[in-house]
């Protein structure tokens, strides 16, 4: 079983839809908790992040962490053709990791006009 | 501030040559990563550094080699290049102090084997 799963979709959505993005990890030791976003031929950067259990929001994104359950979520509220990229969450354990990042495959997503 | 900096943006190399690639950031952090990223496959850690002169393995490490004699600069070097090492290259860089665990990714370097 790998540490973190991700579903590669792709998800394609209409413009203005809600976008649910998730993944869901084996390793109870995670604290950090990050989705990066990557469009095409780029490198990724961080969109979100969250520290421990709880909800994050930042403009049409939320980020939410469910520890009991080991399962995070991106939701995108409002999806515009912008937002079409690939999104993987990577996740970390409180320290002695030397910064070292578990990534999710990542989830490619089209938003239609 | 030019951030994370990859040189070449794209490479074709033929089986058995040589060749390094270049990475360097201007942000002074202490924490530098080497990935590739193939189709489906997701980011794979090659190597890391926690500081200079300090390296160490990733998860795919054989068939590459790094240095980092200073701060800023983190090469990745390919010896006897092999079709398998077709793939996107990122490097990244990281503070030490960040409470985010961030990394800043550089724009990557395609690389062809054939």
């Known amino acids: 079983q790998k540490e973190v799963e991700q579903d590669p979709g792709p998800l394609s959505v209409p413009e203005g839809a809600i976008v649910s993005l998730n993944c869901t990890y084996s390793n109870s030791a995670f604290q950090y908790f990050m989705w990066y976003r990557q469009y095409s031929r780029k490198g990724p950067e961080l969109l979100m992040y969250t520290y421990s259990s709880g909800n994050k929001e930042d403009g049409r994104f939320t980020a939410q962490v469910d520890k009991s359950s080991k399962y995070i979520s991106l939701f995108i509220r409002d999806s515009q053709p912008s937002d079409s990229a690939t999104y993987l969450c990577a996740m970390t354990p409180r320290a002695g990791n030397n910064r070292k990042l578990i990534w999710g495959l990542g989830t490619s997503l089209a938003v239609n006009p | 501030n030019a951030g994370v900096t990859q040189t070449p943006k794209f490479r074709i190399l033929k089986i058995g040559q040589s060749m390094t690639l270049q990475c360097a950031q201007d942000?002074?952090?202490?924490?530098m990563y080497w990935y590739r990223q193939d189709p489906g496959m997701g980011l794979k850690l090659i190597y890391y550094?926690?500081?200079?002169?300090?390296?160490d393995k990733g998860e795919v490490p054989n068939g590459y080699n790094v240095s980092r004699s200073t701060t800023e600069d983190f090469p990745l070097r390919l010896e006897l290049a092999a079709p398998s090492q077709t793939s996107v290259y990122f490097c990244a860089s990281g503070s030490r102090t960040s409470g985010s665990s961030e990394q800043f990714f550089g724009p990557g370097t395609r690389l062809t084997v054939l």
């Open positions: 550094s926690v500081g200079a002169g300090i390296t």
């Open positions: 942000m002074n952090h202490n924490y």
